[in-house]
C-alpha cells in the first residue's frame, strides 16, 4: 500500500461549523504533514509531524488545529473558519521527516 | 533560508518536443531538490529528487534533471513530450535536515498535437 488516503474530497462549510479533515497512511512512514495550496499557486506547509509530535508549525491561525493520533493517522481539526480559508487541503507523509514526500489526493474546502 | 524560482509561469511544447523546464534555488547550505507534477484535481507525486549523489537524476515517466551547483540550477528535461505529461510541474529545495521545505511557484506544461 503506497497511498494515502484523505477523506473526505470535498466539504462545504459555513463559518460557524466544526468539521475534521482525516488522512491516513499504512506505509510505516513516521513523519506527516498538512499543506494549503489556493488554485494556481504552489503548496504551503502549515504543520509538520514527526514521531507523532508536531515538529513544525508554520504560524497557522488557531482555528486549524492539527491532532496525530497515532502514527498512521492525521487530522485537521477546523473551527470558525473564514472564506480565504477556502483551498485544497492536502496531506502528506514520508519515512522520516525530509524523505520521499506523499501525497494523497487532497480536500477541496469551501467556506461559505 | 532556501527560496526556489521557475522561469516561465506556463511552458507550451508539441508533442515528441524537447520538455525543459526551468528550476533555481538559493540555500545557504548544500540542498536537497525536488520536483514534483500536480494532474487537475490531484495531490503532488514526486517525480525525481537529489540528494547529493549523482548529479544527473533520473525519474519516473522519462524525466530527469541535472543538478549544477555552479548555476545553481536543478531544470526537468523529457526527451519527447506526450499529451499526458501536461500538468503543473513544481521544484522543491530542503536543507539536508527536511528543514525549511520550499516549494517553487510551479510551471504549466502544456503539451499541443
Known amino acids: 500500500d503506497t497511498e494515502v488516503t484523505q477523506t473526505p474530497k470535498h466539504l462545504v462549510m459555513g463559518m460557524t461549523n466544526k468539521k475534521s479533515l482525516k488522512c491516513e497512511q499504512h506505509?510505516?512512514?513516521?513523519?506527516m504533514y498538512w499543506y494549503k495550496q489556493k488554485a494556481k499557486k504552489p503548496p504551503e506547509l502549515m504543520f509538520v509531524?514527526?514521531?507523532?509530535?508536531?515538529?513544525i508549525n508554520e504560524s497557522v491561525p488557531s482555528r486549524f488545529s492539527p491532532e496525530c493520533p497515532n502514527s498512521s493517522l492525521l487530522n485537521l481539526h477546523l473551527h470558525a473558519l473564514q472564506p480565504e480559508d477556502s483551498a485544497l487541503y492536502l496531506c502528506?507523509?514520508?519515512?522520516?521527516?525530509?524523505?520521499?514526500?506523499?501525497f494523497g489526493s487532497g480536500t477541496q474546502l469551501s467556506v461559505l | 533560508a532556501q527560496s526556489v524560482t521557475q522561469l516561465g509561469s506556463h511552458v507550451s511544447v508539441s508533442e515528441g518536443a524537447l520538455v525543459l523546464l526551468r528550476c533555481n534555488y538559493s540555500?545557504?547550505?548544500?540542498?536537497?531538490l525536488f520536483w514534483y507534477v500536480q494532474y487537475p484535481n490531484q495531490g503532488l507525486q514526486l517525480l525525481l529528487k537529489?540528494?547529493?549523489?549523482?548529479?544527473l537524476v533520473k525519474g519516473i515517466n522519462g524525466f530527469e534533471a541535472e543538478f549544477k551547483k555552479s548555476e545553481t540550477s536543478f531544470h526537468l528535461t523529457k526527451p519527447s513530450a506526450h499529451m499526458s505529461d501536461a500538468a503543473e510541474y513544481f521544484c522543491?529545495?530542503?536543507?539536508?535536515?527536511?528543514?525549511?521545505?520550499?516549494f517553487g511557484p510551479g510551471t504549466r506544461l502544456s503539451v499541443l498535437p
Open positions: 502528506a507523509s514520508s519515512q522520516r521527516v525530509n524523505e520521499k514526500l506523499f
Open positions: 506505509m510505516g512512514h513516521r513523519a
Open positions: 509531524y514527526s514521531y507523532e509530535k508536531l515538529s
Open positions: 540555500s545557504s547550505v548544500p540542498p536537497y
Open positions: 537529489y540528494t547529493s549523489a549523482a548529479t
Open positions: 522543491a529545495v530542503s536543507d539536508p535536515n527536511g528543514q525549511n521545505f520550499v
